[in-house]
C-alpha cells in the first residue's frame, strides 16, 4: 500500500484492465463451471442488500424475513415447507455443516466411539475429502455402478457401527447422475443411519425436470430418511456468488451444530461463517418469486435441450460420449486423441473446458450461459482438431 | 414458490420494503457491530466482480491477480511482504484455517496424539469455540489480567506436550484489547508452539494508528514466532461483506489444509469455502489502492478522536467506564441499573448496542459509521435514561 492513494479514475480504469483477464460467462466459452451469469434481478436484489449481516439477524430483521422464506420455499420446492436452514457460502460449506450434524447428534449416542466414518460415494465432490479432514472423520468410499450411480450394495458392505452418516447426490458433480436416493433412504432408516443428499447442482432443478415430464428419480424430503439437503441457488438457481443453501428436517440438527454467540442479536449460531451477508437472502427470495416454477421450469428446459443437441453432435462426430446425460453435463472422449490432448487443442480455440476424473473425461456442464450457437460452434471445433 | 413469476416492479417494491425493515449503519445507531457503511469505492469495485470465482481461479485471471497483490499489500502492513493468504469469507473463516494449518501441522510431528489442544485467552471470539468443537481440539481458555489481557503466565501454565497452537488477540471483540504478542511470541518460540493472531479487528487500524504516533504494541509478523494473522477487510477495511483476511508465513501452512481438486483449474485448495466471489478481493484491491496509508490513517484517527469524545462523556456522566480504550470500543456500566436494564431503555431511543460478557457492560464499537453528531445524542440519551 503506497502512503498516498490514487484518483479513482485510476483506480477503475485498472479495475477494468483486471476484468479483461477474466474470462466471462456470457462468452459462452466457459464450460466446466456450475456457476453462471447472474440473472439480472438476482443480481440487482443482490446489490440492494450489501450492507446486511445475517450474523447479526436482529440488526437486520427485513433480510432475515426474505431468508426465512426463501428457506421456507426452497423446503417447499423439496418435499417439505417446515424445513429449517440457512442461506450461506455455498455447497462445501452446506456439506460440512450437514457431516458436522450428523458427526454431533452420532457423538451423543455414541460418545465412546474413537473412529467415527462416513459413507459417500467415489462421485463425491471433494469438499466431503474437506469435510472428513476438518472434522476428524473417517472417509469411506462406496463404488459406483456401470451408470456411475452410487453401488447401494457397496454402501450396505461398508455400513457399521460406526456409521454416523451415509451422503447421496442428486447431479454429482463430474457426470451430472443421481443416486437411487429411495433405496439408499431405505436402507439409512433400516440402520438409523442419518442421511445427507448433495443436490448442489440437481436441487434447483430436477423437481422442475418432474414437472415438466421428465422421468427422473426420487430424492428429496418426500423420503422419510433423508435428513438434510445441500441446494446451491448460485448454481441452477442463478443468484450470484456466494449463494448457498443448507435444509434440515428437524431443528435439532441445527442445534447440534450451534456455538453460543455472547454478544451477538442471536443467541446461537450454526453456520459455519459469522459475518454473514444478507444479499445472498436477497437474491434467493428475488429469483424465486420473480421467475416462480415456470420461469425455472424454463431454464432447466432450455439446457436440457442444449445438452441434447451437444449429446448428439458429440457421437454424430465419433467421440465417445461417457453416458447418457441425466441432467446438464456431457462427458466425452476420443479414440484418437487423448483428454488432455483435447483440452489443449480446445484451450487454443479459447474453450474452458474441465477434466474429469472418474473416468477421465472431458466434462461440459451445460449451464444457462452456454446457448445453442456455442455448443454449434464447440462441436465445429472439436471437428477441426481432429485434423491437427 | 408460485408457479407465476411476479413482475420486476412488484419484487422490488417488496424488497425495498424489507429493506426498510433493516437497520442501517448510515443512520449513526447501530453501535454493536464491527461491520460498517462499505466505502463507495470499495462497493463499486465489488459489484464490478460478481460473476468472478476465486474457487475456479484459471478461469478469473485478473481476479486472481487482485488476490495475490491484496495478499502481498496485507503483508506488507503487517510486516513480512512474502506471506501465503486467500481473500475469505471473514474471521471466522480465517481463525479455523489458521487452527486447521497448526493441527495438521502438529499432527505430522506427533501423529500419536489423542488429545490435541488449543490455548486461546478468554477474550477469543466465539470462532474458536467453532474450531474447537468442528476439528475435534480441546479449547484451553487463559485468564485475563487486571486490563482484559491475556495473563501470559496463565498460557505457560497451559502448554502442555498436547499443545499445537496459541492464539493471541490484537483486538478483542468485547474490549478491543491487544494481548502482549511480544511476549507471547518468545514462549511459542521456546516451546515450539504454532502461534496465530487474531486482528480481524485491529489488523486494519493498529499499524495506522502507530505510524501516527500512538503508542501500541508490537503484534504482527515482525515477532518471529507469528505463523500466521486473521485480518478483516470488511471491518475497519471498509470492504462489504464477505470480505476476510488470513495470512500464513510460511506456504507449508497452506499446504497442510489443501484438499485435491480433480476438475478445476487449481490442483489444491486450502478455503474452506469452495467456490468464492472475487469481489471481495476486488474490494480489498481498490480501497487499499485508493485510501492509501494516509486515507487509512485518516479512517482509524476520526474513529479514535470520536472513542475519546465517548470515553470523556461516559465518565462525565458518572458511568464506570470498564477499561481505558485501547482501541475504537467502549464498553461501560452503571451503579444506577443494571446492564440489561441500560440496553433496554437505550433500544428505546433506537440504539442498537450490545453486551459484552467478560465483564458483562453496554459495549460500543466506534466504527466509521459512528460520527461524533451520534455520540453527541447518545451521550445526552444516557443522560436521559437515568431520570427514567
Redesign the interface.
Known amino acids: ?6 484518483s ?1 479514475t485510476e ?2 480504469d ?2 477494468h ?9 456470457r462468452s459462452g466459452k ?1 464450460l ?4 453462471t ?2 440473472h439480472p ?1 438476482g ?11 445475517l450474523g ?1 439477524p ?6 432475515k ?2 431468508e426465512d422464506e426463501a428457506i421456507s ?1 426452497l423446503g ?2 423439496l418435499g417439505e415447507s417446515s424445513v429449517h436452514g440457512c442461506i450461506i ?5 452446506a456439506n ?1 455443516m450437514a457431516m ?1 450434524a450428523a458427526r ?1 447428534t452420532f457423538k451423543l449416542k455414541n460418545p465412546d466411539c474413537e473412529n467415527i466414518e462416513i459413507i459417500v460415494p467415489k462421485s463425491a ?3 466431503f ?2 469435510a472428513s ?4 472423520l473417517e472417509l469411506m468410499e462406496a463404488d459406483l455402478d456401470d451408470n456411475y450411480r452410487v453401488d447401494t450394495n457397496s454402501i450396505e458392505d461398508l455400513i457399521s457401527e460406526n456409521t454416523a452418516a451415509v451422503v447421496a447426490i442428486a447431479g454429482t ?2 457426470l451430472g447422475k443421481i443416486d437411487p436416493v429411495e433405496k439408499i433412504s431405505n436402507i439409512c432408516i433400516e440402520n438409523g443411519i442419518y442421511l445427507h443428499v448433495d443436490a448442489a447442482f440437481g436441487g434447483y432443478s430436477i423437481p422442475f425436470l418432474k414437472e415438466l415430464g421428465y422421468n427422473l428419480p426420487k430424492f428429496d424430503f418426500e423420503l422419510p430418511g433423508v435428513c438434510s439437503i445441500t441446494i446451491d441457488p ?1 448454481k441452477m438457481g442463478l443468484a ?3 449463494t ?1 443453501g443448507i435444509l434440515f428436517r428437524k431443528k435439532n440438527f441445527l442445534d447440534v ?1 450451534s ?7 442471536e443467541e446461537r ?1 450454526s453456520t ?8 445472498s437472502s ?1 437474491a434467493t ?2 429469483l ?9 421450469k424454463k431454464v432447466s428446459k432450455q439446457c436440457m435441450d442444449t445438452t441434447e443437441l451437444l449429446y448428439r453432435g458429440l457421437i454424430e462426430s465419433g467421440y465417445d460420449v461417457v453416458t447418457e446425460p441425466e441432467l446438464n453435463i456431457v462427458a466425452f472422449r476420443s479414440d484418437e486423441m487423448s483428454v488432455d490432448e483435447i483440452a489443449q487443442r480446445l484451450e487454443k480455440f479459447g474453450w ?1 473446458v ?4 472418474y473416468p477421465k473425461a472431458i ?1 461440459v456442464i451445460v449451464m444457462p450461459h452456454v446457448k445453442e450457437e456455442h455448443v454449434k460452434l464447440f462441436l465445429d471445433d472439436l471437428n477441426r482438431i481432429k485434423s491437427y
Open positions: 500500500m503506497e502512503d498516498k492513494g490514487r479513482e483506480i477503475f485498472e479495475l484492465q483486471f476484468k479483461m483477464r477474466d474470462m466471462t460467462h466457459i466446466g463451471s456450475m456457476c451469469c447472474p434481478v443480481l440487482n436484489a443482490f446489490k440492494m442488500f450489501l450492507e446486511s449481516n447479526d436482529g440488526l437486520f430483521k427485513g433480510t424475513a426474505m420455499s417447499k420446492l457460502t455455498g455447497g462445501t460449506e460440512i458436522r454431533n465432490h471433494f469438499s475429502k474437506k479432514d476438518m472434522l476428524c458433480t463430474e448460485h450470484p456468488i456466494p448457498g451444530i456455538t453460543e454467540t455472547p454478544y451477538l442479536t449460531q459455519i461463517v459469522g459475518t454473514r451477508t444478507g444479499a436477497a427470495w428475488a424465486m418469486n420473480y421467475l416462480g416454477r415456470e420461469g425455472y474452458a474441465s477434466i474429469s476424473s466434462r
